[in-house]
């Protein structure tokens, strides 16, 4: 654990963003797992070719707020944890950037387009609220291998 003093709003965003029983967290895990629902339902919708026909510049859009909310959200979560790298190279830390990429890559380099399809994983982000909520009470173990078995639903190796 790092050993540096940690400022005032620094522990707040803490208390926040992973203080599950507090009063903010409990609001912030709602948000997100609002968001994240919204999100995937957008990348479903925008998946059917007559609904992207006639909303796909709105879609479009909505990717895009999506995409900056999480990012401040994983920028927030780094910024905010005394054990960055743990975080960083959790396997939440690692989905919640594989949910991000996606968009900023297609951007930079459209011919990979094809990449968004992984947008998907940010339904594994509700496994992340959820484990920490008592809305589920199962083990890690079981909600490890809902992830695994969600995640390989995602990409078609069931």
């Given at each position: ?24 967290g409990k609001l912030f895990d709602l948000i997100l797992i609002c ?91 509700i496994f992340t609220a959820l484990q920490r909520k008592e809305l ?23």
């Open positions: 654990m790092n050993s540096e003093p940690v400022s005032p709003l620094r522990a707040k965003l803490y208390e926040i963003i992973f203080g599950y029983d507090t009063a903010g968001l994240i629902v919204t999100s995937v339902s957008a990348v479903l919708l925008d998946s059917i070719a007559s609904v992207h026909a006639s909303y796909g510049v709105i879609l479009f859009r909505l990717e895009w707020l999506f995409t900056i909310l999480f990012t401040i959200e994983y920028v927030l979560r780094i910024y905010s944890t005394q054990e960055r790298r743990r975080y960083i190279f959790s396997f939440y830390g690692v989905i919640d950037l594989c949910s991000i990429l996606p968009t900023y890559i297609a951007f930079l380099f459209p011919a990979a387009g094809y990449l968004l399809v992984i947008r998907i994983l940010r339904v594994l982000r589920i009470t199962v083990n890690n173990r079981e909600i490890e291998l809902l992830e695994i078995g969600a995640l390989r639903g995602i990409i078609g190796n069931n």
